[in-house]
């Protein structure tokens, strides 16, 4: 049995957000799959809950002016099927085919996973790798602020009572760039991230370096980029050297805890053979495309 | 906390109901006496309680009961009859996938959302499209066959129509 609260159920964005800003103390309810488990577990005690799951304004994919632009409400199984996911947005693809089950995906929503400011959300890595924003309405105002900047601590993020995270954004990468993400859990499916790793190399057509971007997951209060393991691929090509010296900086970022799932230090060696493991996987992809494009240039 | 009239049309059939906001979509439709829903874990582990809202394989006991008015919603006995059974129910009582049977109505309607999407599933891909279903009998062999048996059947079945 779930405790009592109010459920306000408006038709369109602009009345949520005007009931936002009437009663305080409102929570968001979309896919409800993290939120009413922690009502049942008398984890969270809102007065008041608001239905947003339903409106259209939140649900759409779309490319606007060299952004790919997701809806807030849009499911974990939306993402998973969709084309231009696929094509812009492939390293978050891949978080989807593992997180949680095809039951809690069809319902999960990709706004709901970041808001919830998990440390172990499953998007979070991805789009961190992808230099995601999140959009925030309220009912006077609307900013965009970067996902690195979102969340701030464990179930916490910069989202202020009265704003309704409405939509998440990222570039569009440039052509040829590509991603890879890792999900460690207790068993294959229906799993909770032990940790979590998602690392992205970005083109540059500008005759610039490829930069290579790497967030960790589930090992601090907070998902994480590595900063200093990004800064030292920004100066020292993939060797296998430089990569093993990254996956150690990327490591030595973390600040894992020991619980139910996993040691810290468990996590900390995981991190370094998977950081390495990946770079390694994305250095050979990179140069086998080299070759195949300088073959086609010869033909 | 007000109660308030809602539509739920569930297996074809239309039900007026009175419910507080904090039911859930499980709690009411076994208050209709749709008892083939199970309420398993009430955390979206076990998929016990798993019915297709508006075409889609959810927990019910994940979803508010005002969030499924107007919805239609189906459930395992909504697939067919005894003497007009679905082909995953009758290759599930075939295969012998079902033992306790408390997982049986959630995970065939997990089987059938993976059916709809993927006609000829590989067995990985079966294990994968019910991984949201705990049964704790079975050791889930039984019930691959199953899914595997009915999909073969639903195949013919539709290049004979």
């Not at chain 1, 967030?215 to 393991?229: D, F, H, K, N, W």
Request: glycine share 8%; proline share 5%; aromatic share 4%.
């Amino acid at each position: 049995m779930l405790p009592q609260f109010k459920f306000l159920m408006p038709k369109t964005l602009p009345e949520a957000l005007e009931m936002m800003d009437e009663i305080s103390r409102v929570i968001p309810l979309a896919g409800g799959t993290s939120l009413l488990v922690d009502l049942r577990g008398r984890l969270s005690h809102p007065h008041t809950l608001i239905n947003i799951g339903g409106l259209d304004e939140l649900r759409g994919i779309r490319i606007e002016e060299g952004y790919v632009v997701v809806g807030s409400a849009v499911t974990i199984a939306d993402l998973k099927r969709n084309v231009l996911i696929a094509k812009h947005g492939q390293v978050l693809q891949q978080a989807t085919t593992v997180f949680a089950n095809p039951l809690v995906r069809n319902r999960a929503t990709i706004g709901g996973n970041l808001a919830y400011g998990s440390p172990a959300a499953d998007t979070a890595p991805p789009l961190l790798v992808l230099d995601a924003e999140v959009e925030l309405m309220s009912k006077d105002t609307r900013r965009t602020i970067p996902l690195k900047e979102f969340i701030t601590g464990v179930r916490k993020t910069v989202c202020h009572p009265r704003e309704l995270v409405t939509a998440i954004r990222w570039p569009i990468p440039p052509e040829g760039s590509v991603g890879a993400f890792r999900k460690l859990g207790l068993r294959k499916a229906d799993a909770i991230s032990v940790l979590s790793v998602a690392v992205m190399l970005h083109c540059k057509d500008t005759g610039d370096r490829d930069q290579v971007r790497i967030a960790l997951g589930a090992v601090a209060p907070i998902p994480i980029r590595a900063a200093a393991a990004e800064e030292l691929l920004d100066r020292e090509p993939l060797t296998p050297e430089v990569i093993a010296r990254a996956a150690q900086l990327a490591s030595e970022a973390t600040q894992a805890i020991g619980d139910i799932r996993g040691s810290a230090a468990y996590r900390r060696r995981v991190i370094t053979a998977l950081v390495q493991r990946l770079l390694t996987n994305l250095a050979k992809g990179a140069k086998e495309k080299k070759r195949n494009e300088s073959k086609g240039n010869h033909s | 906390m007000k109660a308030k009239a809602i539509t739920l049309n569930v297996n074809g059939r239309r039900h007026q109901v009175t419910l507080f906001p904090n039911v859930t979509l499980l709690e009411a439709l076994r208050d209709l006496n749709y008892t083939d829903v199970k309420n398993g874990c009430e955390k979206g582990d076990c998929g016990a309680c798993a019915v297709e809202m508006n075409g889609k394989v959810i927990n019910s006991c994940l979803v508010l009961a005002w969030q499924a008015d107007g919805a239609q919603i189906i459930t395992n006995a909504g697939l067919g009859t005894m003497e007009n059974p679905h082909p995953l129910q009758e290759a599930f009582a075939d295969a012998g996938a079902v033992q306790c049977g408390y997982c049986t109505s959630g995970m065939i309607m997990a089987a059938k959302a993976l059916l709809d999407e993927n006609p000829n599933p590989s067995e990985t891909e079966i294990r994968e499209g019910i991984s949201g279903n705990l049964c704790r009998c079975t050791g889930y062999t039984q019930i691959i066959n199953a899914v595997q048996m009915a999909a073969k059947k639903m195949t013919q079945q539709r290049s004979q129509q």
